[in-house]
């Protein structure tokens, strides 16, 4: 590979890096999202089932995918910056965050959506629903605790322990919450997958999620260079930037 | 035996001094002065190793101490501007599980004579909400008495202090370094430790 | 292409306001959080160039003669 | 070293002799007020017993979490203790078990006989009882790294349970989850032994997880 | 002065923006809580649901209360207000007022959103966030009373609690009934009415008390 | 002005002094001597009306203050051992406030030029946890510049101070006697506050 990665490593470069990028990434998530969404509703034909209101799936889906691949990364990047005390890292954890939580009440607002008519309820008490509503959680402790602490190098300690604990935790949230939904008999709705996907359905699905992964890539970028610049606001490079500008 | 090199302290946005170099050896004092603000307990929680320096280091008998930890933990005694005495527990039970957190367990006669030597006789039973300002940074002082540590690191030991006690924090010190101790302190009191070396650094 | 008609398109089958519901609130969650972004970016580079605006006067003083 | 952790806790605990009775009492109490706010039907306050009395537990444990470090870095004592030439997991540990005996010992011994008051039958008590054992020292572990990150941040007291309380939910889903399945007869031995499982992780785990926080907190 | 006092105590929320926030969450996280501790049947949570709404609000709304007055007397601000020249309990009342805009109103607007969680009906939903709307202030005055007597003492927080749940109770009951009035199409409205008598007494009355109680603990 | 007699105060099971006479009139200095533990602070306390004394009367233009309470709150200053800053709000907002909550509200400039007088200049719209101690006191002995009171009382108002900071403080005390003002202050350190008249009251 040419990059050489251990340049892209310090923020200014990084900063300059991001900003070539974000463009690159904005543009391709826009033409993803119009690729995915016409073949969502213009190609893939109605659901016998569900009629038209399994179109959701191709927000929903990818909503939920993307909140918990957030943390993953979001928690891979915070420990980087622990473990090798590394600005960069810790910082794109933070950006990262306010992303996750966005995908996480996304999926909760669409499946919501879906649940009232597919249910007849908004919500019920599933393994699946419930463990993404603690995601939800998990992300808003994260950027509870750093918004708390002014010290950015404290800030970014904090939050690597506390979405370290996270992960350790999801596994065990996620399996005992699934065994408590099925230990329960009773009024347990389980999510009805339509039966056979079409192929159609299945390409936009993935479409979605791919501008979705674009997105992100795009504001997180788009976020750590805000993050960045008000953290190095007093360094050189800062103000030749400025002055430049 | 402590070495500082090319400490630099940042606070926020700021640069509060850099570039402190100095050593210590047995025996001698130091003085730290400076104006309000100038750093003075930045640097003596950066000697401790409860802050971390953005540059320079700090060795103790040739090795950093970050890396000695506890080891260096057992020969340093630490007075902040914070006694560290918790409000309802007496004084004579503050004293011992102060020192017996810092790994030296004494038993009761011993922490009794060291409150009276610090002038609280007659307060060692009462909890310390009760005391008074003075009395209380006694308190925290007659850990001094009772510790085996080589380097002391206090921080404005002198405050809410009556004149006797500081007579008696003097003599405290001198004894120390005649025994081959160390002292960093930083005071805005002038405190008259004869017949040491005493080094003196200045802070901007 | 499987609707007849515009009408037909937004009513989505009986199910518009949820489909509907779904995608704005995707929409405009989306859309709020890029002009967040760009909101906390001005008001930062607007404080920048005020803490950096006397550098900034020197280098124009050097460069314009 | 470790025991005088404990030793001064406790003995800090005695001299506020009410401390310790504060802590169960809120328990009685929010236990007490679910017959107020949902009616005094004796089945349906039977199957929400279990869950209830977890709840409350789940609750006062976790509002004593702040005073774990807080005074001790109010004071100047925490520094101090940094500065201890112990390892300073060690110390966590006793200062989590000092709060759990504290905390919820009571709560385990007085549970019985809140369960009494929904109706719950003889086993489901023993189970009750026997989960909380196991689970409550959970509780305050997780809540050692919770109180660490908080430290000395304003509004603590309410942003640790932000942290916390997502963390306790296995403990909770596993606590009643025994009680439950030993009332309709499936035998509680499982989820308790994942109870001691989660125990004995925490055990381990936490500690170096709180000393970490806390040598973050006070830097 | 009156002002003064609810400016800054919304500029210190504010300070620490998470934390009006944070709350909030408590409220949100301790009701999600109980259906994972109580199970997750549909008809089960609706008969609990303003029970539960409730309890939990007492809760987030007494565990804040703490920060009413002990932050100011730590650092000696309240010596200072004493000391000033306005009537006591008019500063009382100031800061009771700030509590509950930071902490009682946020509860009240997201209130239905949980209540559709579980599965309350509409009317259910406004009946609900009307008695809220009525109770939440009388928490923040009554508990003034409780922070004020409670100020310095060790365990605070949970002593706290055991003083000013008891004086809850009324409201509790009050606003749990009129859900469960409304949801049996009895009407809501003399509950309501009598919630809305508890906040004038509760306005008039607290103010005192609490300026009364500090002066006694600052003594 | 103000006029004490027969004052005693008990603390647990104590008497730390009783027979306390003293009044002090426009342009009169009055300090409080006396070892840790002798009172000062108890006395300081029960002048300002915080602690109410056992025995005898603190009287105010000849009325007890206990019977004018708010009046006599607008006639003072306190300055406690505790600052009474809050640690999360700025120097320049603490200061307004804690003026507003006295009954002086002052506006912006003023508050900056009183803590640019202190010298916290570039420290005014830091949150005061970041400050040093010394800085800390300063905030707080800031209130001293902009409050319209007669008598203030001052609780070690030296404390954590630089000489700087200390000469600050005597030519402030200075001006507010020439211009009438009263002062009741305990400290340690030796103050020199020339050309005015000094009452000293030793306890024991
Ligand atoms: C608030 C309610 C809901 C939440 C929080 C939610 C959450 C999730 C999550 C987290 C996933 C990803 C799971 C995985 O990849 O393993 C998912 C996938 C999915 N959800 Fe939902 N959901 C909700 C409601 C619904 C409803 C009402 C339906 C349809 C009736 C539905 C249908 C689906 C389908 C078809 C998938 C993809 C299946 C798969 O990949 O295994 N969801 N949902
Ligand atoms: N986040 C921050 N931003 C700007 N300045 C800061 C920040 N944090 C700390 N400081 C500054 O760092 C300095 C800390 O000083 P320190 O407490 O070490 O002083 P000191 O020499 O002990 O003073 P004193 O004699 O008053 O005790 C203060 O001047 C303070 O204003
Ligand atoms: N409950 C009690 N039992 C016994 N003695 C008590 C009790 N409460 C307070 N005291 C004593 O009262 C005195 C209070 O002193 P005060 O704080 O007024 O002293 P001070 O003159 O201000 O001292 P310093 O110079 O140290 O500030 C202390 O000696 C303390 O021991
Ligand atoms: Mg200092
Ligand atoms: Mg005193």
Redesign the interface.
């Known amino acids: 590979m040419a990059i050489n990665w251990f340049k892209y490593s310090s923020p200014a470069s990084f900063y300059s890096l991001a900003g070539k990028m974000t463009p690159l990434f904005s543009i391709t998530a826009f033409a993803l999202f119009v690729a995915g969404l016409y073949i969502g509703?213009?190609?893939a034909?109605?659901d016998f089932q569900q009629?038209?209101?399994y179109?959701?799936i191709f927000?929903?889906v990818p909503?939920a995918w993307m909140s918990m691949f957030l943390y993953l990364i979001m928690a891979s990047w915070a420990a980087i910056g622990l473990a090798f005390n590394t600005r960069l890292s810790s910082m794109i954890a933070t950006a990262i965050a306010?992303?996750g939580a966005?995908f996480t009440?996304?999926a909760l607002?669409?499946g919501a959506?879906?649940g009232?008519?597919m249910w007849g309820?908004?919500?019920?008490?599933?393994a699946r629903l419930?463990s993404e509503?603690?995601l939800l959680?998990?992300y808003?402790?994260f950027?509870?605790?750093q918004?708390?602490?002014?010290d950015p190098?404290?800030a970014d300690?904090?939050g690597a322990?506390?979405a370290?604990?996270?992960v350790?935790?999801i596994p065990?949230?996620y399996f005992?919450?699934k065994?408590?939904?099925t230990?329960?008999q009773?009024?347990?709705v389980s999510l009805t997958q339509s039966p056979k996907m079409a192929a159609t359905m299945l390409t936009s699905m993935l479409i979605m999620g791919l501008a979705c992964w674009m997105?992100s890539i795009a504001?997180v970028l788009?976020?750590t260079?805000?993050i960045i610049?008000?953290r190095e606001?007093?360094t050189m490079w800062?103000?030749e930037l400025?002055?430049t500008a | 035996m402590l070495k500082v090199s090319d400490l630099e302290c940042m606070r926020g946005e700021r640069s509060l001094f850099k570039d402190i170099n100095f050593s210590l050896e047995a025996g001698e004092l130091m003085q730290v002065n400076g104006p309000n603000g100038s750093g003075k307990t930045s640097l003596l929680r950066m000697l401790c190793g409860l802050a971390i320096p953005v540059h320079g280091e700090i060795r103790w008998c040739g090795n950093a101490i970050r890396s000695l930890d506890e080891e260096y933990h057992n020969a340093i005694t630490y007075l902040g501007h914070l006694n560290g005495t918790k409000d309802n527990l007496t004084a004579i039970e503050n004293l011992r599980i102060s020192s017996a957190l810092a790994g030296n367990e004494i038993d009761e006669s011993e922490g009794y004579m060291a409150l009276r030597h610090m002038g609280l006789g007659g307060c060692e039973i009462l909890p310390v909400k009760v005391l008074s300002q003075g009395q209380r940074r006694r308190v925290a002082l007659a850990r001094l008495l009772v510790c085996r540590t080589v380097l002391w690191i206090l921080d404005e030991p002198l405050v809410a202090l009556d004149s006797a006690a500081v007579k008696l924090v003097q003599s405290l010190l001198v004894q120390h370094l005649d025994q081959g101790g160390m002292v960093v302190m930083a005071t805005h009191q002038d405190i008259n430790v004869a017949a040491v070396i005493t080094k003196r650094l200045q802070l901007a | 292409m499987s609707w007849a008609s515009w009408s037909d398109f937004f009513a989505m089958g009986g199910y518009g306001f949820y489909v509907w519901g779904s995608y704005l609130v995707s929409f405009f969650c989306m859309a709020g959080e890029i002009a967040l972004a760009f909101n906390r970016k001005r008001t930062l580079l607007r404080q920048l160039s005020l803490i950096h605006k006397p550098i900034q006067k020197e280098q124009n003083n050097e460069t314009t003669p | 070293m470790f025991l005088w952790v404990i030793q001064r806790d406790l003995l800090l605990a005695m001299r506020q002799r009410a401390d310790v009775l504060t802590t169960l009492f809120f328990f009685i109490i929010v236990v007490s007020l679910f017959p107020l706010g949902v009616g005094p039907e004796m089945n349906m306050l039977r199957i929400m017993a279990p869950g209830v009395v977890w709840v409350a537990a789940l609750l006062s444990s976790m509002l004593s979490l702040e005073r774990m470090f807080f005074s001790d870095y109010l004071d100047g004592t925490l520094e101090q203790m940094l500065l201890s030439p112990q390892p300073l997991s060690l110390l966590v540990l006793g200062k989590a078990l000092a709060h759990w005996l504290v905390t919820g010992l009571p709560l385990v011994l007085i549970a019985p006989v809140l369960g009494i008051q929904f109706n719950l039958p003889m086993d489901s008590l023993l189970v009750l009882t026997a989960s909380l054992l196991l689970g409550t020292p959970v509780l305050s572990l997780i809540g050692a790294i919770g109180a660490a990150l908080t430290l000395g941040l304003r509004g603590g007291g309410v942003l640790v349970s932000l942290l916390v309380l997502p963390l306790y939910i296995p403990v909770l889903i596993f606590g009643t989850g025994a009680v439950e399945a030993s009332s309709v007869g499936l035998g509680a031995s499982t989820h308790l032994s994942l109870l001691g499982a989660l125990l004995l992780a925490s055990l381990v785990l936490t500690p170096w997880a709180a000393a970490a926080a806390l040598r973050i907190s006070m830097e």
């Open positions: 509703f213009f190609v034909p109605t009629s038209e209101a179109r959701i927000i929903h909503a306010p992303t966005m009440f996304l607002w669409t959506l879906w009232k008519p309820t908004w919500w019920v008490w599933d419930t509503l603690i959680f998990l808003i402790g950027m509870a605790l918004a708390a602490i002014d190098r404290r300690k904090a322990v506390i370290l604990v996270g350790v935790n065990i949230i005992s919450v065994w408590w939904n230990l329960h009773g009024a347990t997105y504001v788009m976020r260079r805000t610049l008000e606001r007093h800062v103000s400025q002055g």
